[in-house]
């Protein structure tokens, strides 16, 4: 038997680091060449890291949150046969296997503090009261808090008759209305994908003077040509939402309003405006918020809209997404449809200039010719970066989307 050293691969496009995310292995396991190992999180994008050799694992190297370099010590195997020489020694660990967690202590009995047997009051605020374990036992059971009952032990120390007086007063009743406090914490770890969220969250925010404005959208006659659209598909074509329709809206709208497709490069003091309209989708994920590209929208109708977008959420979902299908938008579109609200006041993805998110479309009553009638409504909210684009330009377009949307035959013209 032999040991096989296993370096952290160069991943390709300038990458030097990645951050651990997922071990999928440990120590003792015993894996076959191809098999994932890790899960690592690049600058670009996530990879799984497969195993050059069949073996078992020795060791591992970094823990979830951990940054590891290039030609880094990654994972010790054995393996069949002798080990390469031009592969180094794995320095000697005094405990290859991961430590188990302690075995819990039994409960200590507490040693009454000298006092005299008179004293009967309830323990101090912020002092554990004095207990056995076996009046603690029966305390859990009945939902009572030690905190608040008087012992007349030594010390003010609880005992079973201490118990059976709060409760034959009425003791568990008062405990169950005013209802049992909750001390426990959990510790969450920020890596990976949440914490690359935190880090374009915080530097959007801080580097970017939001405004965002909001606007009701009749979109009657807009689901009325989705629905005609839709009975009329094709099998192998995807079934219309709005966001196609809103896609194409923001192609024919940007053309009015090329300031808000735009990247602004604040260092070095300069707006490049696109001609291209990439609209980035964000997409929620169990890993959290990622938002996949749907690139040259203006080449696009709105069915190829619609299978692009359907292709590209996907593969963010599936972690299958490349690093070209994550990156590149020039405006972004957020849809909260699903959970309503009346408005937002969405991120910009920095360095984009504009983002717009879509809430959920539902009949209303409204006034149109004087006249109470229900109408099909849906609100949308813009957020801008107002070193860029005024007040004005933003209200401006987003009543040039609002007709786009309201009068969807012009999407069309």
């Known amino acids: 038997m032999g040991k096989h050293v296993f370096k952290l691969p160069d991943v390709g496009e300038g990458v030097v680091e990645g951050e651990i995310v997922d071990w999928k292995v440990k120590a003792g396991d015993s894996v076959t060449e191809d098999q994932p190992l890790v899960d690592l999180m690049t600058d670009k994008a996530t990879v799984a890291i497969p195993s050059p050799v069949s073996g078992k694992v020795i060791s591992t190297t970094g823990k979830p949150g951990d940054m590891v370099a290039v030609g880094a010590e990654l994972i010790v195997f054995e393996v069949e046969g002798k080990r390469k020489e031009a592969e180094p020694e794995p320095e000697a660990a005094p405990d290859p296997e991961p430590k188990s967690e302690p075995e819990p202590e039994p ?14 009051a309830a ?25 608040g009952i008087q012992g007349s032990g030594p010390g003010g120390r609880i005992s079973h008759d201490d118990m059976d007086t709060f409760l034959q007063g009425g003791g568990r009743l008062a405990a169950v209305q005013r209802g049992q406090k909750r001390t426990g914490t959990t510790e969450v770890p920020v890596i990976g994908l949440r914490r690359k969220i935190a880090v374009k969250m915080a530097e959007s925010k801080s580097r970017i003077p939001h405004f965002s404005y909001l606007e009701e959208i009749d979109i009657t006659e807009l689901e009325s040509l989705r629905q005609h659209l839709n009975a009329k598909r094709s099998g192998d074509m995807p079934k219309l939402t709005y966001l196609p ?24 003091n300069t707006v490049v405006r696109h001609e291209a309209v990439h609209v980035g989708m964000a997409t929620q994920t169990d890993d959290g918020l990622m938002v996949p590209v749907i690139r040259h929208s203006e080449a696009r109708d709105v069915w190829d809209c619609a299978r692009e977008m359907r292709r590209v959420s996907q593969a963010a979902r599936d972690k299958t997404a490349t ?6 938008s020039t405006i972004t579109v957020t849809s909260l449809g699903a959970l309503g609200g009346l408005g937002a006041t969405p991120i910009i993805n920095h360095p984009e200039v504009a983002i717009i998110g879509v809430h959920k479309a539902e009949e209303r009553a409204v006034v149109c010719d004087g006249a109470i009638v229900v109408r099909r409504m849906m609100n949308l909210s813009g957020s801008f970066d107002h070193r860029i684009v005024d007040g004005y330009n933003g209200a401006q377009m ?5 007709q786009m949307l309201e009068h969807p035959a012009t999407i069309f013209m």
């Open 323 to 328: 690093s070209e299908e994550l990156s590149g």
């Open 398 to 402: 987003m009543q040039t989307l609002k």
């Open 123 to 147: 323990a101090p605020a912020g002092k554990r009261p004095l207990a056995s374990p076996a009046v603690r036992r029966r305390a859990r059971e009945a939902g009572v808090d030690l905190s």
């Open 107 to 120: 409960e200590p009995v507490d040693t009454p503090e000298p006092a005299p047997a008179s004293v009967a």
């Open 245 to 268: 329709f809103l896609m194409q809206a923001l192609v024919r709208t940007l053309q009015q309003h090329p300031e808000c497709n735009a990247l602004y490069e604040d260092e070095r």
